[in-house]
Every structure is written in structure tokens, then in C-alpha cells.
Nanobody, 119 residues
Framework: QVQLVESGGGLVQTGGSLRLSCAAS????????IGWYRQAPGKQREFVAL???????IYADSVGGRFTISRDNAKNTVYLQMNALKPEDTAVYYC?????????????WGQGTQVSVSS
């Protein structure tokens, strides 16, 4: 089972950019569909983007055209490039293997990486 660790969060102004990284360990990474998810204080967890093993991508409507998900299988890493950030993008961001996310949707996903966008 793949283990994933998020990094790259921070505080930016509206309109700024950040790139999140999701470093994976485990022999199945290259064949896994990996997603980014986020949870803002007082709100439900939501889907942001995912990338399949073949590079196909899906985005939430709220981030389409601003965020780009990519993967580098040689580095066992998935990235989330976030541009034109808005205050409503403020949340803790998590990366998860797709099925694990669905199976554990209401579980504690740990620390994640905090993204804060100031207005």
C-alpha cells in the first residue's frame, strides 16, 4: 500500500501561486490513481483533482483552469500547481490514493499541508 506525505503549503496573497508536492513510498505508486482533497475549517472535505496512472486528469469545477495536477513516477511524486489563488482556497490539503480516499472519507487523514490565502 502506498504511503503519501504532503508538503508545500503556506501563506500567499490573493492571486498568488503555490505548488504542493505529494511524495509516495511503496511499490504500487506508478499504477495508482492519486487525488488531492481539501478541508476548510467548519466545512466538509472536498475533492480537488486527481490523476490516473496514465496521466488522465479530473478537476473540481471550483479549481478548473487555475490548478494543475501532474505526476513524476520516476520521483514517486504527484504535484498540484495552484495559480490565481482565492481566499476560498484556504484549507488543509491532502493527497490520497483514490480508493483509499473513498474507503476512508470520514476518517482522520492526519496533518496534510495548510494553504492560507489572504484577501
Amino acid at each position: 500500500q502506498v504511503q503519501l506525505v504532503e508538503s508545500g503549503g503556506g501563506l500567499v496573497q490573493t492571486g498568488g501561486s503555490l505548488r504542493l508536492s505529494c511524495a509516495a513510498s511503496g511499490s504500487t505508486f506508478s499504477s495508482d490513481t492519486i487525488g488531492w482533497y481539501r478541508q476548510a475549517p467548519g466545512k466538509q472535505r472536498e475533492f480537488v483533482a486527481l490523476i490516473s496512472s496514465t496521466g488522465n486528469t479530473i478537476y473540481a469545477d471550483s479549481v478548473g483552469g487555475r490548478f494543475t495536477i501532474s505526476r513524476d513516477n520516476a520521483k514517486n511524486t504527484v504535484y498540484l500547481q495552484m495559480n490565481a489563488l482565492k481566499p476560498e482556497d484556504t484549507a488543509v490539503y491532502y493527497c490520497k490514493e483514490q480508493q483509499a480516499a473513498l474507503n476512508n472519507w470520514f476518517a482522520d487523514w492526519g496533518q496534510g499541508t495548510q494553504v492560507s490565502v489572504s484577501s
